[in-house]
Every structure is written in structure tokens, then in C-alpha cells.
């Protein structure tokens, strides 16, 4: 059973980067792949996108295209998700989700803590 | 996008009470669903996936059932830890796509 470990919660200004990490222990971290699923304050979920390491592939949600990027260290089994423009909105506990290498027929069956972004003046 | 329209939003049942949940996609999926169940404060655990398989590990009492674009999931006698929220997501093309959510509460 693959466990997925989040970094610290976060308090950054609207306009600027955040970058979480998503450690993995416990499994072969190149043969699944990493979503990046938000929730901002009582919402729903919402999928970012995710990286297949063993792929080299990337998947991102159109509405995050271009200010969101995945990023993988294979040699401490870590993924990286950046999120660059920040605004109040992007306020929310972000999870990494762990599933098998494929974007369809995709289910998330390990899930990190989580970490929330606070984005404020 | 395909839109996943969860119903009821929320609902009050009591312990021992058999409850069911709908999540209806906007175009077919096949049966390309997963459900999730989420308590406060906590990451979502995947009940089940592909619409009707158990994970390991989740009681019995979880079911799923649906094809095409309507799908269920049933607790067919609810017990005090099943109180929390519970989510479908859609797995049939990216962006993959949530429900948004069924908050199951004490009566």
C-alpha cells in the first residue's frame, strides 16, 4: 500500500507561486500515476491534472493549462505540483492521489493528507 | 467537460436505515465511475470502482450499480462511521470529473 505524504500548509500572496510536494513510501512510485485534486472551504473536488513518471506524461486541466505544472523527483519519489498567479480563489487543501498509470479508467486509491494554500493580501 | 450531477445533496437518515445515492453524468460513461467517502478534515477513501466493484477492505455493506450515464451507491444498513460526505467521479475522459457531494447526516 502505496502512502503518499504532503508538505506544510502554505500562506502566500495573490500574485505569487506555490510549490507542494507529494512524497511516496511504500510502493514502486513510477508504476502509478499522481492527480493533483483541490477543495477549496466546504466545495466539492476538483481534478488539476496529474504525471505519469514512468511515462514521462503530463495531463493538465484545461481551466489550469499554463499556470499549473507537475514535476517529479524519481529518485526520492516525490512529486511537485506548482501553481504560479495565485488569487483568493485558488484558496484550498490540495491533494495529491495516487492510482494507476492510466488517465482513463483512473480511481484514486491512496491519498496524501492533504495541504492547504491560503492566498492572501 | 462531462458534469456529474450527484442527488441528493444532502440527507438525514438513522442508524440501520437503507440509503442510496445518485450521481447522473451529462453523456454515457460505460461504467467508468468511482465513489468516494469523505469525513471531515480528512483526505476521500475510495469505496468503490467501476461502479460496482468493491474495493478490498470496505464493508459489505457498500454497493454500486449503474451503466451509461445513471449510477447508485447503496449502504444497505448504515452504521454511525457512515456519516460523512460521499462524492462519484467520472474516470471515461479527462478532465476527470467529481460529483458534488452527498452529505449523509444523523436524523
Known amino acids: 500500500q502505496v502512502q503518499l505524504v504532503q508538505s506544510g500548509a502554505e500562506v502566500k500572496k495573490p500574485g505569487s507561486s506555490v510549490k507542494v510536494s507529494c512524497k511516496a513510501s511504500g510502493g514502486t512510485f513510477s508504476s502509478q500515476s499522481i492527480s493533483w485534486v483541490r477543495q477549496a472551504p466546504g466545495q466539492g473536488l476538483e481534478w488539476m491534472g496529474g504525471i505519469i513518471p514512468s511515462f514521462d506524461t503530463t495531463n493538465y486541466a484545461q481551466r489550469f493549462q499554463g499556470r499549473v505544472s507537475f514535476t517529479t523527483d524519481e529518485s526520492s519519489s516525490t512529486t511537485y505540483m506548482e501553481l504560479t498567479s495565485l488569487r483568493s480563489e485558488d484558496s484550498a487543501v490540495y491533494y495529491c492521489a495516487g492510482g494507476p498509470p492510466t488517465w482513463l479508467q483512473l480511481c484514486f486509491e491512496n491519498w496524501g493528507q492533504g495541504t492547504l494554500v491560503t492566498v492572501s493580501s | 467537460d462531462i458534469q456529474m450531477t450527484q442527488s441528493p445533496s444532502s440527507l438525514s437518515a438513522s442508524v440501520g436505515d437503507r440509503v442510496t445515492i445518485t450521481c447522473r453524468a451529462s453523456q454515457s460513461i460505460n461504467s467508468y465511475v468511482n465513489w468516494y467517502q469523505q469525513k471531515p478534515g480528512k483526505a476521500p477513501e475510495l469505496l468503490i470502482y467501476?461502479?460496482?466493484s468493491l474495493r478490498s477492505g470496505v464493508p459489505s455493506r457498500f454497493s454500486g450499480s449503474g451503466f451509461g450515464t445513471d449510477f447508485t451507491l447503496t449502504i444497505s444498513t448504515l452504521q454511525p462511521e457512515d456519516f460523512a460526505t460521499y462524492f462519484c467521479?467520472?474516470?471515461?475522459?479527462?478532465?476527470?470529473?467529481f460529483g458534488g457531494g452527498t452529505k449523509v447526516e444523523i436524523k
Open positions: 467521479q467520472q474516470s471515461y475522459r479527462t478532465p476527470l470529473t
Open positions: 467501476a461502479a460496482s
